[in-house]
């Protein structure tokens, strides 16, 4: 197509300022893509979290409070619950399964969750996806620890590795349970969930490693390791449980028996509402960054106008001469505008490419501290709709300065001095 390639010839001989304005509308295009994916990712890894369970019960807190730290475990615990209004909650003739939660310690900036064997055989993430392992198996000993993936990869563990585990959460903790090790003996395979950057042990052992810590910190008569296996190492409290309904119709009256428990304060909340909830919260925040995404949009596309109408009143002689040569008014026109497409297309694949790399560069940093997997998928519906009225505001924003040359006369041209 001969407007096409003298297009291509006319954008070359300025190439200096047509790469800029690719540029520019490469980096708008990544943005507004990166906004639109990490919007539906972070929705995405939050919903697939938690599958199959139809009540987390903790203390009284909030929902959101209690969602964040028993499920992804981002907020602090304030508050337990008793061990014996658990045993009552979970020996219920409508209650199918438990799973208890015991939160507070960390190895190397990476959470501790003590649990049981029923957390293995009944949690499910994503569309009721079962835990597995890719390689090991369950704790059977006391100071036996299940890794997840992320734990295990990112600190190079294997089976056998020694652990030791710190107390509190923080990254670097100078209060260590060094006299009671623990050994690596399952590796979970890869969920792109919370359970990813968890390290797993038994209720039992987080009654042991704190046994002599009743102060927060280590008694100089703490009890060996030994010692702490002949004890009963029932907990007295947990932070939180999953709870599995016989049937789901019973949820209803199971979470307003748990809300209205007399003997002590608790909460019980269903998953999918407290999610709806949590979006809710963020949804100002959400909408706020799509439109900041916009507007960078807007900007580059006024540049490329910019750059365009500049170059215009440098090119009226070459419009003049294409049009004394035989060129139509229509020819002019169509050149301009197949200068904003090649100009729009260009920056959108650029943009394109430049998404793909940022959230490559970003995607370790977002599983580790946000819990958000960001996978390297083909653009979605929703991105190839926002990538196409992206080009399309582009040929719009063309028109202007195509209408502008369409307009000016070969005379015009031709006395404007060389």
Same mark, same amino acid.
């Given at each position: 197509?001969?407007?096409?390639?003298?297009?291509?010839?006319?954008?070359?001989?300025?190439?200096?300022?047509?790469?800029?304005?690719?540029?520019?509308?490469?980096?708008?295009?990544a943005l507004v893509l990166s906004v639109q994916r990490?919007?539906?990712?972070?929705?995405?890894?939050?919903?697939?979290?938690?599958?199959?369970?139809?009540?987390?019960?903790?203390?009284?807190?909030?929902?959101?409070?209690?969602?964040?730290?028993?499920?992804?475990?981002?907020?602090?615990?304030?508050?337990?619950?008793?061990?014996?209004?658990?045993? =009552?909650?979970? =020996?219920?003739?409508?209650?199918?399964?438990?799973?208890?939660?015991?939160?507070?310690?960390?190895?190397?900036?990476?959470?501790?969750?003590?649990?049981?064997?029923?957390?293995?055989?009944?949690?499910?993430?994503?569309?009721?996806?079962?835990?597995?392992?890719?390689?090991?198996?369950?704790?059977?000993?006391?100071?036996?620890?299940?890794?997840?993936?992320?734990?295990?990869?990112?600190?190079?563990?294997?089976?056998?590795?020694?652990?030791?585990?710190?107390?509190?959460?923080?990254?670097?903790?100078?209060?260590?349970? =060094?006299? =009671?090790?623990?050994?690596?003996?399952?590796?979970?395979?890869?969920?792109?969930?919370?359970?990813?950057?968890?390290?797993?042990?038994?209720?039992?052992?987080?009654?042991?490693?704190?046994?002599?810590?009743?102060?927060?910190?280590?008694?100089?008569?703490?009890?060996?390791?030994?010692?702490?296996?002949?004890?009963?190492?029932?907990?007295?409290?947990?932070?939180?449980?999953?709870?599995?309904?016989?049937?789901?119709?019973?949820?209803?009256?199971?979470?307003?028996?748990?809300?209205?428990? *007399?003997?002590?304060?608790?909460?019980a909340i269903m998953p999918g509402v407290a999610l709806?909830?949590?979006?809710?919260?963020?949804?100002?925040?959400?909408?706020?960054?799509?439109?900041?995404?916009?507007?960078?949009?807007?900007?580059?596309?006024?540049?490329?106008?910019?750059?365009?109408?500049?170059?215009?009143?440098?090119?009226?002689?070459?419009?003049?001469?294409?049009?004394?040569?035989?060129?139509?008014?229509?020819?002019?026109?169509?050149?301009?505008?197949?200068?904003?497409?090649?100009?729009?297309?260009?920056?959108?694949?650029?943009?394109?490419?430049?998404?793909?790399?940022?959230?490559?560069?970003?995607?370790?940093?977002?599983?580790?501290?946000?819990?958000?997997?960001?996978?390297?998928?083909?653009?979605?519906?929703?991105?190839?709709?926002?990538?196409?009225?992206?080009?399309?505001?582009?040929?719009?924003?063309?028109?202007?300065?195509?209408?502008?040359?369409?307009?000016?006369?070969?005379? *015009?041209?031709?006395?404007?001095?060389?």
């Amino acid at each position: 197509m001969p407007t096409f390639r003298l297009a291509l010839q006319s954008l070359w001989n300025r190439r200096v300022a047509a790469a800029l304005t690719i540029c520019a509308i490469a980096i708008s295009v990544a943005l507004v893509l990166s906004v639109q994916r990490l919007r539906t990712g972070a929705r995405e890894s939050f919903s697939n979290t938690i599958s199959g369970t139809d009540l987390i019960v903790g203390a009284r807190t909030g929902p959101l409070n209690l969602l964040l730290y028993s499920v992804f475990h981002l907020d602090e615990v304030t508050t337990e619950v008793s061990w014996e209004s658990y045993r =009552k909650i979970a =020996k219920h003739p409508d209650v199918a399964w438990t799973i208890p939660l015991s939160l507070g310690d960390a190895h190397r900036g990476y959470r501790v969750l003590g649990t049981s064997e029923a957390y293995f055989r009944y949690f499910r993430f994503g569309s009721s996806r079962p835990l597995t392992f890719s390689t090991g198996a369950v704790f059977h000993d006391l100071y036996d620890a299940v890794l997840g993936a992320d734990v295990a990869s990112n600190l190079h563990y294997q089976l056998g590795s020694v652990i030791i585990l710190s107390h509190g959460l923080g990254e670097v903790s100078f209060t260590q349970h =060094k006299d =009671k090790p623990f050994r690596a003996v399952g590796i979970l395979a890869k969920t792109g969930t919370p359970v990813d950057r968890t390290v797993h042990v038994s209720l039992q052992a987080i009654t042991a490693i704190h046994d002599g810590w009743e102060t927060g910190r280590r008694s100089t008569e703490a009890p060996p390791s030994a010692s702490t296996r002949e004890q009963d190492l029932t907990p007295m409290r947990i932070t939180a449980f999953l709870v599995g309904m016989r049937s789901r119709v019973m949820a209803f009256t199971m979470q307003r028996a748990i809300n209205e428990y *007399d003997r002590e304060a608790l909460l019980a909340i269903m998953p999918g509402v407290a999610l709806d909830q949590l979006w809710q919260l963020v949804g100002v925040a959400d909408t706020a960054l799509m439109i900041v995404a916009a507007f960078v949009v807007i900007a580059g596309l006024l540049g490329m106008l910019t750059a365009i109408l500049t170059s215009l009143n440098e090119r009226r002689r070459e419009m003049a001469i294409l049009r004394s040569v035989g060129a139509r008014p229509a020819h002019v026109f169509g050149l301009l505008m197949f200068e904003a497409g090649i100009l729009a297309a260009t920056g959108a694949v650029a943009g394109i490419a430049l998404m793909y790399l940022g959230l490559l560069a970003a995607r370790p940093l977002l599983e580790q501290r946000y819990g958000v997997f960001i996978p390297a998928q083909p653009l979605s519906e929703t991105e190839a709709l926002i990538l196409g009225v992206v080009i399309v505001a582009a040929l719009l924003t063309g028109s202007f300065p195509a209408w502008r040359a369409y307009r000016n006369s070969v005379s *015009d041209g031709l006395l404007v001095r060389a």
